[in-house]
C-alpha cells in the first residue's frame, strides 16, 4: 500500500489540487468566497494535504470538508468544536480549521463554544453568519436580526439576537475578528491571523444567504451602496473593554481583529500536565509505568 | 462459615481454634467510619495468602455519608460471589447490628461496639454475640485525641485476631497504606491495629483458622472493577480520553485523568456528555483509540454521537456504567437496564459492539479487546459494567504486563490510494486513515455522518444506502463469526439453563453449584459478548427443558428483561423466560434458585 514520496520532490499544491466535489451552495452563496479563500490560504501558506484537517457541524455552511481535497470530517449538528478539539489535543502537527454556521454555532453549539473559547484550544473556528437557517429552508436563527420575516416567525423574529463578538469576548476567545464575503482580501488577511494565533482564534464572517435571507448585508458591501468600515483607527487589540464598545456598534459595525491576547494554551497547559507527570516516570517503559500500580495492588 | 469445620487444639484453657475454608464477614457502620478501608485490607491480604477473595459494598446515596456496609468473602478455594450471609457481622451501630442481623447465619458471630450498641436478648440466644467497647479502647490506645479515627483499624485487629491472619503482612499493609502520610498517622494506625489484635482472646472466645489455600504459580492482584477497567485501557494503549462526571462513572474517569498524564496522554473533563464522547471522537479521527464513559443519563446524551461513530465507522470505546434508570433514577443502584440502549440506542439501522465483563479480571482484558475490536472493525465498542462490579474486590493472576502492553501510536504510513467505505473490502471491514497520512492519488478522505460513497462523499443513491448499510452490519456478522463459543457452566444437557450477562456470573455459577448439590440439573451459559451474540447458542439452549435469563432489571411489559429480549428475538425460542428484579443489589444465590423454582412450580396452560 505505502509509497514513500520523498518530501523535496513536492510542489506547494494548486487550487485545483486542493478542491474536491463541486459545492453544491445556491448560485451567489457568500459560502463560496469562504472556500475560495480557504484555498488560497492552503496555497499561500504552503500547508499539505495531510496537514490540515477541516472539520464542521452540520448546515450548508458545514458541508465545506467535501469540497476541499485534504482530510476532513463532517460530524454532527452543533458539536464540530468538541470533535476539533480532540483532533488538537491529541495531534499538535496538524492544522485544524473548524467551519459551520450561525445555528451550528451559537444555538445548538452555544455552550461548545463558550467552553473551548475559555479553554483557549487551539484551533481556528470560522462561522459563517448568515443570520439564517439555510440547509433546513428559513427558520429563526440565533443571529437574526429582530423583525426578520422567517417560517418560524412569520410575523417576525421577536428575540434579542446573539452578538457573535460579544458572545466570543465574555466567554474568554483570545483572538476575535469580524470579516464578510464581500471583501476578500479582508477575509484572507483575517483567516491568515487567525491561523497565526496561539490559541482559540474565533471569526465572525458575514455570509450571505442569496435563497433566503438576500440582501441581508448590503449595508457592508460598497457595491451595494453600503459601507465596509474598518477598525476604528488605533485600536487597540488587547483593550477588552474597547473590543466590547466596537461590537456595541449598530449593524453593520465594524470589520477586523476585535480582540487577540496572549494566553496559555489548553495544549501546551496539558503538556505541561505530561511533561511534569513524565518526569516521575522517567526511563520506564509504558508496561514499567502500569507495573508499578499493579504492585501497589499485590 | 464452612461445611470443613474441625475443632482443632483446645489445651491449656486457650480458646477453640476452629479450621474453616471460607468466611464471609459483614461491617456495618457508616462510611466515613472507613469501613471499606477494614474491607479492602482483608481482601488485599486474602489476595496476598492466595486465597480468592470477592467483596460487595454499598455506597451511601448523600454526600456527608451514612449507613453502608462492606461484605467480604474470603477462602481458601474458589469464590465465586460475595456471599448470601455473613458468618460474622461487625456492627459498629445500633443501626447497622439491627438493620443486618438478618444477613447473618443461624449461630453466626456478632462483633459489636459496647460503646454504641445494646445486644437485644432475643438474638443474644440465636447468635453468638461478642460487645468489645471498640470506641473507647481505640481511644485509650491511640491517646484519645482522635475521637471516632481509628476504630475501623482496630477492629481489623480484632478481626485479625479473631481468624488468626498472618499479622506480618498485615501490619505492612497497613504501613503502605498510610505510607506518604505524616510518620505519626501511620504509626497510631499501627497503634491502633495492636491494640484490636492484642485485645484478650478470652472475649472472643472461639477462634478461626484458614485452611490452607491452593498453591498458585502467579503472584495475585487485588483490586476493584473500576482499576481493572481503567488499567485495561492503559494496557490497551489507550491514550486520550474524555468525560463528564456522573455516578458511578466519576471514579473511572478520575483514575484516567490522573493516569493517562503518565503515559504522555490525556484526559480532559469537557462541559456535558455530548462533548466528551465528540471531544474522544475527534482524537480517534485523529489516529488514536480513545475512550469515553458515563452512566444513566449521561448515556442518553451521547446516543448522536454514537450514532455517528457507526456511520462514519470511526473506532471508539464507550464505558456505561450502569445504575438505576430511567431518566436520574436512582445514582448508587445495581441495575443492568442498559442492555436495551446499548445495542440499539440512537436512531436508524445502527450496529455496534458490546460487551459485558463478568469479573473483575475480565475487567482488565474486556477493556483491551473492547480497543482491538474497535480498531479492527472501525467501530464504537460499548462495555457494560454496574456499580456491582465496578466497586466490587477480587484477586485475580497477575497480568504479564509486558506482553500484553500494546502501542496505538496513530500510524501515519502514506498510502497510494485510500477508500474509506471501499465496498470490495473483506467482510466490510475498513480501517481508518487519520489526517496526517498522506495519499499519493491525492484523493483525501472526509469522514461523515451523512450516507456517503466509498471516498466518504453525500449520496442520496438508494442504491449506494443499500450497499453501506450492509457493510455496517456485514463486518459486525464477521466479527460474530469469530468470537468464541461461550462456556457452559456445568453439563450440557439438563433439566434448568440459567443465562446471565455481565456481574452476575459468580452468583449464578454458585447457584448451579448449590442446585447440582442438591441433586437438580442445572447449568449455567453466562455471555459476555451481548453485540454481536456469539453463534451456535441454540445448540446450547437445546439441551435443556427451561431457559432462565436471571438479570437485574425489569420483566418489561411482556415478562422478561432485556437480554432475554435479545435472546428470543435472536431465536424465536419461546422457552426463554425473564427472572428478573429491581431492588437495586445483585442476585443473591438463594433468591436466583427461589425465583426458578417458584417458576418451574407454576402450572403450565
Ligand atoms: C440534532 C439535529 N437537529 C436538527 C438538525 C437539522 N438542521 C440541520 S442544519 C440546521 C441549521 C443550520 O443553520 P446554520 O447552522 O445557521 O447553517 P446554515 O445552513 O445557515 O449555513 C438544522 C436545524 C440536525 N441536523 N441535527
Ligand atoms: S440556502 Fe442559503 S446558505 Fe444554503 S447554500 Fe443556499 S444560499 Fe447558501
Ligand atoms: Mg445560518
Known sequence: ?298 | MSDSTVAATASGGSPKISKVSEAVIRIAGNSQDGIQAIGGFLARLAGRSEQDVMTFMTIPSTISGGPSIFQVRIGSGEVLSSGDEADVLLAFYQHSYENHIAFLKDSGVVLYDTSHVTPNPEWQKKYRHIGVPISELTIEAIGGTAKDKGKNIFALGLIARMFDLDVTKLERLVAERFRGKVATVAEMALTAFRGGYGHSTATLGELYQFTAPQKRDKEQVVMNGNEALAYGLLAAGVRFGSGYPITPWSDLMEMLRSELPKYGGTFVQAEDELAAVSIAMGASYAGHVAVTGSSGPGISLKGEAIGWAVMAEMPLVIVDVQRGGPSTGMPTNIEQSDLNIACYGGHGDCPRVVLAPASVEDCFYTAIEAVNLARRYSVPVIILTDQAISTRIEAFDMPDLKTVMQDLTPDLTPRADHKAYDLKAVDGVTRHAPPGTRIASGIYPVVTGLEHDEVGHPTSSPKLHMSMTAKRRRKLQALARTLPKPELFGAPEGDVLLVGWGSTKGSLYEAVENARAAGDSYSCLHLRNISPLPEGLEKIFDGFNHIFVVEVNDEGLYGYGQLAGLLRSRYCDPRIKGINKTDGLTWRVRDVLSSVKERLSVPKH
Not at chain 1, 500547508?47 to 470530517?73: D, L, M, N
Not at chain 1, 476539533?84 to 454556521?101: C, E, I, K, N, Y
Not at chain 1, 453593520?252 to 501546551?268: A, D, L, Q, S, W
Open chain 1, 1 to 298: 500500500m505505502s509509497t514513500p514520496i520523498a518530501e523535496i520532490e513536492r510542489k506547494p499544491l494548486t487550487k485545483k489540487e486542493i478542491a474536491a466535489d463541486h459545492p453544491t451552495w445556491c448560485p451567489g452563496c457568500g459560502d463560496f468566497s469562504v472556500l475560495a479563500l480557504y484555498f488560497k490560504l492552503i496555497e499561500k501558506r504552503k500547508i499539505w494535504h495531510e496537514k490540515i484537517t477541516t472539520v464542521a457541524g452540520i448546515g450548508c455552511s458545514s458541508r465545506f470538508p467535501y469540497f476541499v481535497q485534504a482530510h476532513g470530517a463532517h460530524y454532527i449538528h452543533g458539536r464540530a468544536l468538541p470533535f476539533a478539539t480532540g483532533v488538537s489535543l491529541s495531534r499538535p502537527d496538524l492544522h485544524v480549521f473548524a467551519f459551520g454556521g450561525d445555528g451550528d454555532a451559537f444555538s445548538i453549539g452555544g455552550n461548545h463554544f463558550n467552553h473551548c473559547a475559555r479553554k483557549n484550544v487551539k484551533l481556528t473556528y470560522l462561522v459563517m453568519d448568515n443570520q439564517v437557517y439555510g440547509l433546513t429552508k428559513k427558520q429563526t436563527s440565533p443571529t437574526s436580526p429582530i423583525g426578520f420575516k422567517s417560517k418560524t416567525d412569520q410575523w417576525g423574529s421577536m428575540d434579542e439576537p446573539v452578538n457573535p463578538m460579544r458572545q466570543a469576548l465574555s466567554a474568554g476567545a483570545t483572538f476575535v475578528a469580524r470579516t464578510t464575503h464581500t471583501n476578500p482580501k479582508h477575509l484572507l488577511e483575517m483567516m491568515e491571523a487567525a491561523m497565526d494565533h496561539n490559541g482559540f482564534s474565533f471569526i465572525e464572517c458575514l455570509s450571505e444567504c442569496t435563497e433566503f435571507f438576500e440582501g441581508a448585508f448590503d449595508a457592508s458591501n460598497p457595491r451595494k451602496g453600503g459601507e465596509f468600515r474598518d477598525m476604528p483607527a488605533g485600536h487597540d487589540v488587547t483593550d477588552e473593554i474597547a473590543a466590547y464598545k466596537a461590537a456595541a456598534e449598530p449593524f453593520p459595525g465594524h470589520f477586523g481583529i476585535f480582540y487577540k491576547v496572549n494566553k496559555p494554551t489548553k495544549n501546551e497547559k496539558e503538556a505541561e500536565i505530561n511533561r511534569r507527570s513524565r518526569e516521575k516516570v522517567q526511563g520506564l517503559a509504558d508496561w514499567q509505568i502500569l507495573q508499578q500500580n499493579f504492585d501497589r495492588m499485590k
